[in-house]
């Protein structure tokens, strides 16, 4: 079966780094998304990886390894308002995404 | 503000209830998408439109009925729904279905069945 495995929760300092990984198992490989989603509003696009390593935008990058089937988001002097949750997707081998459950990042002060 | 939106933003019915949510995209896209989110779930996709036609219905109960009338439009038909389809709702669009584009998601319709 496909499978997209991505910590549950995570906790943060505000100014501070954080990294959320997420490893992925599916019927082939064509891309990786990152998406953001504050509690009771739409998931938005973040970022999407489809080539092995870093991509790089403002205080968010997001990392690929494909032979590895992993990917990390970090961000960097995060802020308050990155409170949410931050959902992995793989698109696979017939262009449907699978979706991780989510990780709900804390930030506090 | 992501070019979708969806109407009701909250709902609330009965199992013998029938209601309607609407999705309307604003972004020229041609495929539109609906979505099932439950609690520490990953998200469940439900249909696929693309160019009005449906190109997916992933085993969805028939309680649930979908409708593509234009390629801006999408509605989701409740009716006799379970107290388990209580979820967030999304209606999501992109460029086209099984292509490599990006999905643009609307804010969700929080349903509970009561």
């Known amino acids: 079966g496909q499978n997209i495995d991505q910590p549950t929760e995570m906790t943060a300092t505000e100014g501070a780094i954080v990294q959320i990984n997420c490893t992925y198992q599916?019927?082939?490989?064509?891309?990786l998304f990152w998406y953001q989603q504050h509690a009771g509003e739409a998931p938005t696009f973040l970022s999407y990886?489809?080539l092995d390593g870093l991509e790089e935008k403002g205080r968010f990058s997001s990392f690929l390894s494909r032979s590895k089937g992993y990917s990390y988001l970090l961000l960097k002097e995060l802020q308050m308002k990155d409170s949410a949750s931050y959902l992995c997707?793989?698109?696979?081998?017939?262009?449907?995404?699978?979706w991780g459950a989510g990780t709900k990042l804390i930030i506090k002060p | 503000e992501t070019g979708v939106t969806q109407t009701p933003r909250h709902l609330v019915m009965g199992m013998t209830n029938k209601k309607s949510l609407k999705c309307e995209q604003h972004?020229?896209?041609?495929?539109m998408y609906w979505y099932k989110q439950s609690a520490k779930k990953p998200l469940e996709l439900m249909f696929v439109?693309?160019?009005?036609?449906?190109?997916e219905n992933n085993s969805v109960p028939s309680r649930f009925s979908p409708e593509c009338p234009n390629s801006s439009h999408l509605f989701l038909h409740l009716h006799t729904l379970q107290p388990e389809d209580s979820a967030l709702y999304l209606c999501?669009?992109?460029?086209?279905?099984?292509?490599?584009?990006?999905?643009?998601f609307g804010p969700g319709t929080r349903l509970t069945v009561l």
């Open positions: 999501a669009s992109s460029q086209r279905a099984g292509e490599a584009d990006t999905q643009y």
């Open positions: 972004l020229g896209h041609n495929a």
């Open positions: 439109y693309n160019f009005k036609e449906q190109t």
């Open positions: 599916t019927s082939g490989f064509n891309g």
């Open positions: 990886n489809v």
């Open positions: 997707a793989v698109r696979d081998s017939n262009y449907q995404l699978i």
